[in-house]
Structure formats: structure tokens, C-alpha cells
């Protein structure tokens, strides 16, 4: 797990007065690194700022499909590749045979090659508190820039409302990363563990990373956590923990672009945010190269990025759907579910439908109308 590497006191000193970027990316976890990836050859004055140096505070449980990992040129941080996946009911025990990979990842190696990738942007820990127009105000004073995201997860910080639980549409989730190793990915969806979600054991090499996921913010998911893990004979240590958005939100406001979590960015019935943090990240990126060279304004930009995104929004909405129709789905009908979407056919169709949420190859190289863009700020 990372170590916690923060400045503190003295070295925590103040931005200098009036200080100005083109363009300010609040959050250095997947969404922010990936954007600021995208401005790399922009010669742009980019600030990337996060609470946490980058690849510090890991939460999630760092598994993606990893033909995206390649395509960023990230599989210096892979721990473990998988073929399979494991589910578990509460009369079924199915093995999946996958149509594509996933990997499990070292979050603070990818975190780093990200960060390798993104030129010469600036970076800096501060606490961000909100935002006055073109200013952010963070812990350490204020700074100016005419372009702004927010990555910063699922309180939205530079939003006008920020979203709280357990009122808000939250799931919560919690793991344990105890020694060990597997083969497989494993899922159980068993109401002995949690009754409207799920439960997952990923091996990473020589570590495993064990939760419970609520869909229901109220449930508290240690004591289930504790005896999955005791169930399964790993121990129970190194505990993280987060809040994951599961409803689509409004991905422009007030001048402000909004990616991943903030933007409810996040597949709502298996709470996979990584590769949708990516996807819509690289999308303002290259928003962001056209406004830098001068090919489109900042509000066409946000208008183009809306549209981008709100042409996705039905299908984070489907997932939505999908999560409360099986949220109380348990018994034999789920069983046959599970046995059902075993179908070798069945399930090549629905994992292509679900990598498709967020494409891989939209992590190759950007198109040409934004290579000349970025040929024009040259």
C-alpha cells in the first residue's frame, strides 16, 4: 500500500500571489493525469493539483481491461493478467472464459508512467476548496486559469452543490489487501455478504484485494469485508476504502469541465470507473488542444465535450437500470443468470457491449484534426 508522502508544515507554502496557468486540473488520479496527458505537446502552462502526491492514495481496487493499459502505454504497472473470471451465487459457481483480459495494477507505478507522459506540466499538493470564476482556491492561496477541470472524484468540489452521503446516489465500498495469490477473478453476488451489491476477490501477484460493494450507502460493509476475507483464509489488513457515484452528472457547469467521478463517469452496476475515467478525460484533453491552439473557443469546447459525453449518458443510465433491477435479484433466478450468461456465445456478446461503454481504442494516438491542432501550437 502506498506510504503516506503529503507535504506537510513548512513545506506546505503558499502559491505566489496571482498566480496564473493556461489551464488548472484540480485531481491527479486517472481522469486528471489523463488529460493533462493529452496537453503534453500543447507548450501550454498546465498546473495538474491533488490533496495527495501522485499515486499516493489508492482507491479502488486497480483492475482494467488491459488492452486499455497497453494502448496508454501503462503495462509497466501490470500485476496480473486474467483469462477467466469466477462468479458466485448463492446456488451457482460459474467460471467465465473472458473475450478479452483484464489486469489487476500497481497504482502508484501506473500513476508514475502517467505522470511521465504528461511533458512539462506542473504539479502541486494542495487541499482544493472551490472555485470564485477563473480562481481556484486551494489550502495554499488562489490560482487563475481560463480553463479548469475537475477530477477530483465524487464530491465535485468545484460544482455548485456538492454531493453528500448517504443522501446522495453513492455505492460504498470497502477492501482488504492481504498476502496470497489466485487465479482467477472472483465475484460473489450473495446476500450473506451484502444483500444490494457485490463482493470481489482480485489477486495481484503476490497480494490479494478483497471487498464488499454496497449499492445501498447506508450498509455498512466492514463486518461483511472481515468475513469474506476470513472465509476465504487471507487476513485481514490493509484497509481502504471509497464512495463511488453510480448516476450519470452534468459534465459541463458554469465554465468548468467535469471527468470522471465528478461526472458520475463510473458503470454503475459493477462500479468500474477506471477505463470511463480515462475515456472521457483523454475527451477534454483534446478539447483542451483545440482551445490551446486557437482552432475553437473555450465555450465551444464545453459545448462540444457536453455533447460527447451526454451521447453516452444513456447507456450509464441502462447500467443504472441494470443495477436496480438486480440489486434484489438473488435465489434460483439468479442462479440461472449466472449460469445462463456462461453461454460461451452470450458471453463474448455482452463483454464486447460491455467494453464498448468505453472503447480502448480511444486511447491511441489523438485523431488528425487534433494533430494539426497541436502541429499549430507548435
Given at each position: 500500500m502506498p506510504v503516506r508522502a503529503?507535504?506537510?508544515?513548512?513545506?506546505?507554502?503558499?502559491?505566489?500571489?496571482?498566480?496564473?496557468?493556461?489551464?488548472?486540473?484540480?485531481?491527479?488520479?486517472?481522469?486528471?493525469?489523463?488529460?493533462?496527458r493529452e496537453l503534453r505537446a500543447s507548450r501550454a502552462r498546465v498546473l495538474v493539483l491533488d490533496r495527495y502526491e501522485i499515486g499516493e492514495k489508492q482507491t479502488s481496487a486497480c483492475c482494467a481491461p488491459t488492452e486499455w493499459i497497453v494502448n496508454l502505454g501503462l503495462e509497466g504497472s501490470i500485476?496480473?493478467?486474467?483469462?477467466?473470471?469466477?462468479?458466485?451465487?448463492?446456488?451457482?459457481?460459474?467460471?467465465?472464459?473472458?473475450?478479452?483480459t483484464f489486469s489487476t495494477f500497481d497504482y502508484r507505478r501506473l500513476c508514475e508512467l502517467m505522470w511521465e507522459q504528461c511533458g512539462?506540466?506542473?504539479?502541486?499538493?494542495?487541499?482544493?476548496?472551490?472555485?470564485?470564476?477563473?480562481?481556484?482556491?486551494?489550502?495554499?492561496?488562489d490560482v487563475r486559469a481560463d480553463l479548469?477541470?475537475?477530477?477530483?472524484?465524487?464530491?465535485?468540489?468545484?460544482?455548485?452543490?456538492?454531493?453528500?452521503?448517504?443522501?446522495?446516489?453513492?455505492?460504498?465500498?470497502l477492501e482488504v489487501h492481504p498476502g496470497g495469490s489466485g487465479p482467477d477473478l472472483q465475484l460473489w453476488v450473495d446476500p450473506r455478504y451484502v444483500v444490494s451489491g457485490y463482493a470481489w476477490s482480485f489477486p495481484a501477484d503476490d497480494e490479494l484485494r478483497i471487498g464488499v460493494g454496497s449499492y445501498d450507502p447506508g450498509f455498512h460493509v466492514k463486518e461483511p469485508t472481515v468475513r469474506l476475507a476470513t472465509d476465504e483464509g487471507a487476513d485481514t489488513v490493509r484497509y481502504?476504502?471509497?464512495?463511488?457515484?453510480h448516476r450519470y452528472r452534468e459534465p459541463v457547469e458554469d465554465g468548468v469541465f467535469f471527468c470522471g467521478d465528478s461526472a458520475g463517469h463510473c458503470v454503475a452496476m459493477s462500479a468500474e470507473g477506471i477505463r470511463t475515467a480515462w475515456y472521457f478525460g483523454i475527451a477534454v484533453?483534446?478539447?483542451?488542444?483545440?482551445?490551446?491552439a486557437g482552432a475553437r473557443t473555450r465555450e465551444q469546447a464545453l459545448a462540444n465535450y457536453k455533447a460527447f459525453a451526454d451521447a453516452h449518458r444513456w447507456k450509464f443510465e441502462w447500467m443504472w437500470l441494470?443495477?436496480?433491477?438486480?440489486?434484489?435479484?438473488?435465489?434460483?433466478?439468479?442462479?440461472?443468470?449466472?449460469?445462463?450468461?456462461?453461454?460461451?456465445?452470450?458471453?463474448?456478446?455482452?463483454f464486447r457491449r460491455y467494453l464498448n461503454l468505453a472503447p480502448p481504442g480511444y486511447a491511441l494516438p489523438a485523431p488528425p484534426a487534433a494533430r494539426r491542432a497541436l502541429e499549430l501550437a507548435a
Open positions: 503529503t507535504k506537510r508544515g513548512a513545506e506546505r507554502t503558499p502559491f505566489p500571489s496571482g498566480a496564473e496557468y493556461d489551464v488548472v486540473i484540480c485531481g491527479a488520479s486517472f481522469a486528471g493525469l489523463a488529460v493533462a500485476k496480473q493478467t486474467f483469462e477467466t473470471m469466477t462468479m458466485h451465487t448463492l446456488g451457482a459457481h460459474v467460471r467465465w472464459r473472458l473475450p478479452y512539462d506540466a506542473e504539479f502541486e499538493t494542495a487541499k482544493v476548496d472551490g472555485r470564485t470564476g477563473n480562481v481556484v482556491h486551494t489550502d495554499r492561496g479548469i477541470v475537475d477530477a477530483l472524484g465524487w464530491r465535485r468540489v468545484l460544482g455548485a452543490e456538492t454531493i453528500q452521503p448517504p443522501e446522495a446516489t453513492l455505492s460504498r465500498g481502504q476504502g471509497n464512495w463511488i457515484p484533453g483534446r478539447e483542451l488542444v483545440e482551445v490551446l441494470n443495477q436496480r433491477a438486480i440489486r434484489h435479484l438473488h435465489g434460483r433466478p439468479l442462479d440461472w443468470v449466472a449460469r445462463f450468461t456462461s453461454r460461451p456465445r452470450l458471453m463474448r456478446f455482452l
